[in-house]
C-alpha cells in the first residue's frame, strides 16, 4: 500500500511540477516608472532643502561663536570666568545643532517611509493581482544579484505590472 502511495506520488510529482507557473518583475523598474515616485522623490528633496538650510544657518552660528571664543582666549586680559561661560555656550549650541541633525535625519527618513508606503502598497497590489490573474504560483523579484538563474519557462511580469498600474 505504502509503495503504491509512493508511486503515485512519484509520478504525480512531475505533472504538478510542470502545472506551476513562474513569473518575474523587476520592482525597481516599476517603482521608478510610477508618477508618485517622482512626486514623493520632490517632497524629499524640498525637506531635505530645508533642514540642510536651518543646519547650514547652525553651523555659522557655532563658527561665529567659536571665531569670538579663540578671541577671547587671545586676550590675556579676559577673566577666566568669561572664558569659561563662552566655552560652555559653544558647547551647548555645538550639542544642539547635532540634535537638530539627528532629529532631522529621523524626520526625514520617517517623510520616506511615508512617503514610499502607499506607493509600495500600490506596487505589491499590482504584483498580487496580475498574479492571480495569470495563475502564477509564484512572482519572484528580478532584482539585480538576487536571482542567479531563470529558465525558459519563467515569464517576466513587469509589463503585465506596469499595464495594471497604468504606466508605460
Do not use: C, W
Amino acid at each position: 500500500m505504502i509503495k503504491k502511495l509512493i508511486l503515485a506520488v512519484l509520478v504525480a510529482l512531475p505533472f504538478s511540477a510542470f502545472a506551476q507557473k513562474f513569473g518575474v518583475v523587476d520592482l525597481d523598474n516599476v517603482f521608478q516608472a510610477m508618477p508618485e515616485t517622482a512626486t514623493a522623490q520632490t517632497q524629499l528633496t524640498d525637506a531635505s532643502k530645508k533642514y540642510e538650510d536651518e543646519f547650514q544657518k547652525l553651523r555659522e552660528e557655532v563658527d561665529k561663536l567659536f571665531a569670538e571664543y579663540q578671541n577671547l582666549q587671545k586676550d590675556p586680559a579676559t577673566p577666566d570666568a568669561i572664558k569659561e561661560r563662552r566655552l560652555n555656550e559653544l558647547q551647548e549650541r555645538d550639542q544642539k545643532v547635532q540634535q537638530f541633525r539627528n532629529t532631522a535625519s529621523q524626520d526625514l527618513a520617517r517623510l520616506q517611509e511615508q512617503l514610499m508606503a502607499p506607493i509600495q502598497q500600490k506596487i505589491g497590489d499590482a504584483v498580487k493581482s496580475v498574479g492571480q490573474e495569470g495563475s502564477f504560483t509564484f512572482i519572484f523579484p528580478n532584482e539585480q544579484g538576487l536571482l542567479l538563474y531563470t529558465g525558459n519557462d519563467v515569464t517576466d511580469v513587469t509589463p503585465l505590472v506596469k499595464a495594471k498600474l497604468g504606466i508605460k
